[in-house]
């Protein structure tokens, strides 16, 4: 998908004059991929590159928040640097979020109060980022060190980027190049750089980098011992500005908001229910009970109904079974007078299955073997998050999720995302056997075709994993993933990365395969 996103954009890029706008840019885009081939999706991603670079206002270039830093002593080797950072970005009303990382080889600490941004007036935000020219306390060696500036923004007005980036590299020079030294800054693109004052003398070779816009003050420093003695008895003051770049990774995964018509429905149950019969229920709840009593979560009977059937639900107990996370994992309690067995081992009182069994099947039996007649059983599959996202930014973006549909992040949420948990899904094995399934939503739902992958599974084929649901501010929520095919709700086209509620009643297409959205209800006992 990223290479055909570059040629895409690429094929774009080359046929825009320099006054295009975005209006133009958009039917292009569309027009191009068509042509090529390429997907929708991918189109959708270019799109959002070019909007964050084609901002729709006249004064996008003043709006763009400025990245000013004061090293006031150039860094040295062996030396503590401290330089101080001020940010100016005054269409942007709310608190940025910053995250510096410094070089990894450069001793630093990262927890360090000083990082925090502090309000010297509205617009201009000030934060220091003391680090040493050092590696363990050692003398750090000669080469490239690397400064990544990441921010972001909550309220955004809407025609403004919430991402942006920066780096900021340093250059350690090796002591035998010269025997003043030499002193090379790299503005990294556009610059501003004040060396007024500053005895470039002092170093046996001088380099200085920036691009077509930096702006590089030398008044007095080159000047000689006699001339530039008054100017160079004062510390000199060296400041560069770093230019800020929409971060267009992170811009093209944010959602957008979608409405609907309709008043948002606030339910923890709900239910997909496909054309063929089957039916996914969905629970948004701390824990499941499971029994032959119409109070549990999930009322478990031999069905259809009859005299045999009958005779073997009596052995499941009105509550048999309670499913719940905790520190440790997810704990089965059982609550029964004929037992349960977890992978054909009996279960006394309590049982815990660890995270790291996800995406294997675990094998539940309602009824110890010899006690009953015949046994229940399910599969339950416990699905985690990607391991390759880092668990901030899972938080980061559960927590921005919530905060664009005006909610917070549920305490349920919260714990599965620190378990390494999304959903949970059981299947009846024998009796109704894929005809009802049950997912306990965590996190997020996955919708696709891969039954190891995704929690609501469809059976027509398609992509491993087409969209996800969410729970958030007691409401459903659909999201279509890039590359997940299209996807139609009441007949209207779902972009990629949009956020739409679920309402009892709509229909979602997949493809083909057609789902209806509903209240919770189950088979034989609605």
């Known amino acids: 998908m990223q290479q055909h996103s570059e040629i895409l954009y690429n094929i774009v890029k080359s046929q825009l004059g320099s006054s295009a706008t975005l209006p133009e840019i958009e039917p292009l885009v569309q027009t191009v991929a ?25 004064t996008a270039e003043a709006a763009t928040p400025r990245l000013l830093v004061d090293w006031g002593d150039l860094p040295r080797v062996g030396n503590q640097t401290r330089p101080e950072f001020s940010l100016l970005c005054p269409r942007y009303s709310s608190r940025p979020e910053l995250h510096i990382h410094v070089d990894q080889d450069l001793d630093h600490d990262s927890t360090d109060t000083r990082r925090r941004p502090q309000q010297d007036e509205p617009g201009l935000w000030t934060f220091h980022v003391p680090f040493g020219m050092t590696t363990d306390g050692m003398d750090c060696r000669p080469g490239q060190y690397l400064l990544d500036v990441e921010l972001s923004f909550h309220d955004v007005p809407p025609e403004l980027p919430r991402f942006y ?23 990294d693109g556009q610059s501003m750089v004040n060396l007024q004052g500053y005895n470039l003398k002092q170093f046996s070779k001088v380099i200085l980098k920036g691009g077509q816009d930096s702006v590089i003050n030398l008044q007095n420093a080159l ?30 995964r944010l959602p957008t908001v979608s409405a609907t018509g309709q008043p948002r429905a606030y339910l923890d149950t709900a239910g997909f229910f496909f054309e063929d019969g089957r039916r996914t229920l969905l629970l948004a709840r701390p824990r499941l009970t499971f029994g032959r009593g119409r109070d549990n979560d999930v009322v478990l009977r031999f069905l259809p109904p009859g005299p045999e059937n009958d005779d073997h639900s009596r052995n499941i107990s009105r509550t048999h079974l309670l499913i719940e996370m905790t520190p440790e994992g997810v704990e089965l309690r059982d609550q029964s007078r004929t037992g349960i067995e977890l992978n054909y081992s009996v279960v006394r009182d309590r049982a815990v299955v660890p995270t790291l069994h996800a995406g294997d099947e675990t094998h539940i039996d309602l009824g110890v073997t010899g006690t009953v007649p015949k046994q229940f059983p399910l599969h339950m599959l416990l699905m985690a998050p990607d391991r390759r996202e880092p668990r901030e930014d899972l938080k980061y973006w559960d927590e921005l999720y919530c905060e664009l ?29 894929g005809q009802e399934t049950y997912v306990l939503l965590l996190r997020e739902a996955l919708i696709g075709g891969s039954p190891t992958q995704s929690a609501i599974v469809l059976k027509h084929g398609g992509p491993s994993v087409r969209a996800r649901v969410l729970h958030m501010d007691r409401s459903f929520w659909l999201e279509p993933l890039p590359g997940g095919g299209e996807i139609r709700l009441d007949g209207g086209l779902l972009r990629p990365r949009s956020l739409t509620p679920l309402s009892p009643g709509m229909r979602i297409q997949f493809d083909t395969e057609s789902v209806k959205f509903d209240r919770a209800s189950q088979l034989y006992l609605d």
């Open 34 to 58: 068509a042509t090529e081939g390429i997907p929708e999706s991918v189109a959708e991603l270019v799109l959002a590159r070019f909007r964050a670079e084609f901002p729709t206002n006249d």
């Open 405 to 433: 549909v005006g909610g917070r992040l549920s305490r349920i949420a919260r714990e599965a995302l620190d378990l390494g948990l999304n959903s949970l899904r059981f299947d009846r094995v024998e009796n109704l056997a």
């Open 165 to 187: 980036r920066c780096r900021i590299r340093l250059n350690v020079p090796d002591s035998s190049s010269g025997q003043g030294g030499v002193l090379e800054i790299d503005g």
């Open 223 to 252: 000047a000689g011992p006699a001339e530039g003695r008054a100017e160079t008895e004062q510390k000199p003051v060296t400041t560069f500005e770093y230019q800020l770049k929409v971060n267009n990774e992170k811009q093209s």
